[in-house]
């Protein structure tokens, strides 16, 4: 029933169960928190959007195994320079959108999913136990499970910080250069990032196919201009070779150097290897298989909600790299979703309280679009613009910080 100041009286708080803090989980948070102050999300890009006719109370809580948002798109570069990973990691407790009443969050990983009772179980880190946390509607937002390079192994700022400097001491100090293994879009990234940072190293990519991102739904000239780009910084680039041997080597006793075996015979003495060849994989092992595909994305509708055969499934919603959603992973994806997934929340539980028919904002598939930041260049895939690339690009896709000003300045950290 709608007061007169437009609060409605729901009798209790709504408890929104957010599982992982990042572009995804954090968007579909905040989208929630604007619509119960009564404000238009942040997130809408719609500029005739009007504040939600009704307020009603919700109690949001995070669970993430981080104690912090990482902005995992600048992790090539992150991982290799102390300064800029001092700004690619904010502890939630530090951000100042997420300082309210309303939101709590949970340092742990959740375990298990009972979307019948409607009861997460969470291994809590800092007392090693298990909690049992109900809900009334769950987000899940925990991606996919990557592993070192690709992105720290600390779960803590603090630890980070020093992995940071033990990585970066890798880099620079390693007497026959770098090479990394694997050409997709990660290692392309971060060759071209380690090769900038320190100009004097020899950094060498290694790739198993004919091209780089082989993998990537993209045209092959968009893998010619990213090799192109990689050879103007320097980079060297071996094609259609797998590494079959990695062989630890004492070159002078104290420092180790690695001797790599190419599947062609070719064999090459370096300082240092970096693999970014790893899969990653759906981290929906707390999900029954039911709402899953059987490569454990979640299955969703373009509502968000879970489609596959759950008890409560209109109660539960999938955003980003988790959920079964055509088009290339993208945080910019992860967020529309996350906003998306807010916004439907809020809908469903207007309607609840009795406030009419829920409008849910439904999702378009989404285009292969892509962009890479190497260096002082980017290269952008878009289906209608083709390939582009250059220094104007970086700037206008990344900002001067790997997207870290447009991606959490603005629409996470600020309030
Ligand atoms: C190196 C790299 C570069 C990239 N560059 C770009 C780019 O330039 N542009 C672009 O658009 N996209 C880029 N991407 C893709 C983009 O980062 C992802 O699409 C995006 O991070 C997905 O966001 P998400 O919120 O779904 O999940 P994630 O960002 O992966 O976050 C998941 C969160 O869930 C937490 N979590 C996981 N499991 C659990 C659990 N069981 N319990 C509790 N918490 C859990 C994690 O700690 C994490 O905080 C890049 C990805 C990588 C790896």
Redesign the pocket.
């Known amino acids: 029933m709608p007061s007169n100041d437009g609060v409605l009286a729901a009798g209790r708080a709504f408890r929104v169960l957010v ?8 968007a579909a948070a905040l989208t929630l928190v604007d619509l119960s102050r009564g404000r238009v999300p942040r997130f809408s890009s719609n500029p005739d959007a009007t504040p939600p006719p009704h307020r009603v109370p919700i109690q949001i809580t995070v ?4 104690d912090g ?2 902005h ?2 600048g ?2 570069k992150a991982l290799a320079c102390e300064n800029f990973a001092s700004e690619s990691w904010t502890r939630f407790q530090d951000i100042p959108a997420l300082k309210s009443p309303n939101i709590k969050f949970i340092r ?4 298990g999913v009972d979307c019948a009772a409607k009861v997460a179980q ?1 291994l809590e880190t800092e007392t090693n136990s298990k909690r049992a946390e109900p809900y009334d509607y769950l987000v899940v ?6 592993v070192f390079p ?2 720290p192994r600390s ?1 803590r700022r603090a630890e980070f910080l020093e992995e940071v400097k033990r990585h970066a001491d890798d880099i620079r100090q390693a007497r026959e250069g770098v090479v990394i293994i694997g050409g997709g ?2 290692g392309v ?2 060759a071209a990032e380690l090769k900038i940072l320190v100009p004097e190293q020899k950094v060498t990519l290694i790739h198993s196919r004919k091209r780089l991102l082989s993998s990537e739904p993209l045209p092959d000239d968009f893998a010619e201009r990213v090799e192109t780009i990689l050879n103007e910084v320097g980079v060297e680039i071996i094609l259609e070779q797998r590494v079959i041997e990695t062989t630890a080597v004492n070159a002078d006793g104290e420092r180790r150097t690695w001797r790599l075996t190419l599947s062609g015979g070719q064999q090459l003495v370096t300082g240092h290897v970096l693999s970014a060849i790893s899969r ?1 994989i759906p ?1 929906s ?2 999900l029954s298989p039911e709402a899953l595909t059987d490569d454990g994305y979640v299955k969703v509708h373009s509502s968000l909600q879970f489609s596959g055969s759950v008890p409560n499934s209109e109660h539960h919603f999938a ?4 959920a079964a959603w055509n088009g290339i ?6 967020m529309h979703m ?1 906003h998306y997934a807010g916004n439907n929340i809020y809908q469903h539980i207007l309607a609840e309280c009795g406030a009419g028919k829920p409008r849910f904002m439904t999702l378009n598939p989404f285009p292969n679009v ?4 190497l260096g002082h260049k980017a290269v952008s895939w878009t289906p209608d613009e083709g390939t582009r690339h250059g220094e104007d690009l970086l700037i206008s896709l ?1 900002g001067e910080d ?2 870290n000003t447009n991606f959490q300045r603005v629409e996470i950290i600020c309030d």
């Open positions: 599982i992982g803090g990042s572009y995804g989980g954090l669970a993430d195994e981080r948002y990482y995992l798109i992790s090539p742990g990983s959740v375990s969470i937002g925990s991606g996919l499970r990557r690709t992105v779960l879009a990660v990234e971060m990653p981290t092992t707390y955003v980003g790299d988790l992973k993208r945080c910019g994806g992860a996350g892509i962009g890479l930041a990344f790997m997207g």
